[in-house]
């Protein structure tokens, strides 16, 4: 929501200032030099990058448009379920837990939790932890640095469509020049002719350049920028299931592990301890009353 703000401030003032020094917009209207740097600027992305990547690149502009989807109540959200999962892997036994973790659909902790649920990376970042931590006895220092590698190898991949836009970014106000290089051309061709033709065929090229520019600086550019700054909303998420589930399986209580999960979020998207409480308390019946001070304990 706030890109698209931002996309509308950057024409108004561009415009505005412009019309202000009575600029004339039907000058800037040149289909041709968009076109040319346009065309060339999507032409450059495909030959740079695999299909795969390019539909990495549109599920990241859409989800720049949406805004990032980890939000203070998502993350309150994933604390009352990691609770929840470590209260009842400590009654029913890690045993038990196995069930859970290989059909997550099917969990009653996991099912309670639908936006949690619907992010497959997040749900096999946690599973895939908890069934080595099962089923191979795997120490938490080796888990810990399995879940490492994981966020590593995710970071990566997911710098990958910033690194391409920003290889866009960087080209276009060299394909400004082309375009504005084609326009003198045409220019040339026309000596001779009315001056009001020439005037309007140097005013097109100039707009060429304007374009590259202002598409790099003002759109593109941002765009990757903020692109960057979803992906680390996501390693922050991660984060903290990370710092939980160690903490859990170092042996620390549920109660302490979900406080190391909660001491690992961003400030601006922290919930306080009581702020946790309370929305943990707040399950119902499914959770237990809590000492004071202390996350209210989840019932199977």
């Known amino acids: 929501m706030?890109?698209?703000?931002?996309f509308v401030i950057v024409l108004g003032a561009v415009l505005g200032g412009y019309m202000m020094e009575h600029g004339k917009i039907a000058v800037?209207?040149?289909?041709?030099?968009?076109?040319?740097?346009?065309?060339?600027?999507?032409?450059?992305?495909?030959?740079?990058n695999p299909l795969p990547l390019l539909i990495k690149i549109a599920k990241g502009l859409a989800g720049v448009l949406k805004g990032s989807p980890y939000t203070r109540a998502v993350f309150v959200d994933t604390l009352k379920m990691l609770n929840e999962l470590f209260y009842y892997a400590r009654k029913n036994g890690m045993v038990k837990l196995e069930e859970d973790i290989e059909n997550p659909e099917k969990s009653p902790v996991f099912t309670k939790h639908p936006q949690f649920l619907a992010n497959h990376h997040a749900v096999a970042f946690i599973c895939d932890t908890l069934r080595m931590s099962i089923s191979g006895g795997v120490p938490a220092f080796d888990l810990d640095q399995m879940m490492e590698l994981d966020m590593d190898v995710h970071h990566q991949e997911s710098g990958q469509p910033v690194a391409a836009l920003s290889s866009v970014a960087d080209a276009l106000p060299g394909l400004g020049i082309?375009?504005?290089?084609?326009?003198?051309?045409?220019?040339?061709?026309a000596l001779g002719g009315p001056p009001e033709e020439l005037g309007h065929k140097v005013a097109a090229a100039l707009v060429g350049t304007f374009l590259g520019i202002l598409l790099c600086y003002g759109f593109v550019g941002p765009l990757a920028s903020n692109l960057t700054k979803l992906n680390e909303a996501e390693?922050?998420?991660?984060?903290?299931?990370?710092?939980?589930?160690?903490?859990?399986t170092k042996g620390s209580a549920p109660v302490l592990a979900v406080e190391f999960a909660r001491r690992s979020i961003p400030n601006d998207l922290r919930p306080s301890f009581k702020e946790l409480e309370a929305a943990i308390r707040s399950g119902g019946a499914a959770h237990a009353a809590a000492p004071t001070g202390a996350p209210a304990e989840a019932k199977a």
């Open 28 to 48: 800037l209207v040149q289909p041709a030099e968009l076109i040319i740097i346009g065309g060339a600027a999507i032409g450059t992305l495909l030959i740079a």
């Open 178 to 189: 082309v375009a504005a290089v084609l326009g003198v051309v045409v220019t040339m061709g």
């Open 235 to 248: 390693a922050d998420y991660l984060r903290c299931l990370r710092s939980g589930v160690i903490a859990f």
């Open 2 to 6: 706030f890109a698209i703000i931002g």
